[in-house]
């Protein structure tokens, strides 16, 4: 019998590189885009993912504006 429950998927970073915060806005906002352009409601999506990555963003926003000042 074939065992259908299947762990999930781990990722491990190999390396890494600190990036600006307007850096890191400007690929999230990038993503969410993309992201909700794939995800119609109608398809079921996950909208607990897209108000984290709102979140984010939002946050990202405000640190952006205090670095400025």
């Known amino acids: 019998?074939?065992?259908i429950a299947h762990s999930p998927v781990h990722l491990?970073?190999?390396s890494s590189a600190p990036v600006s915060s307007r850096h890191?806005?400007?690929?999230?906002?990038g993503f969410l885009d993309d992201f909700q352009?794939?995800?119609?409601?109608s398809k079921g999506s996950?909208?607990?993912?897209?108000?984290?990555?709102?979140?984010?963003s939002k946050a990202?926003?405000?640190e952006c504006i205090r670095q400025s000042k």
């Open 24 to 29: 890191a806005l400007s690929r999230v906002k």
């Open 37 to 41: 352009a794939r995800s119609t409601p």
């Open 1 to 3: 019998m074939d065992d």
């Open 46 to 56: 996950d909208t607990s993912i897209t108000a984290q990555l709102q979140k984010l």
């Open 12 to 14: 491990q970073a190999v």
């Open 60 to 62: 990202l926003e405000q």
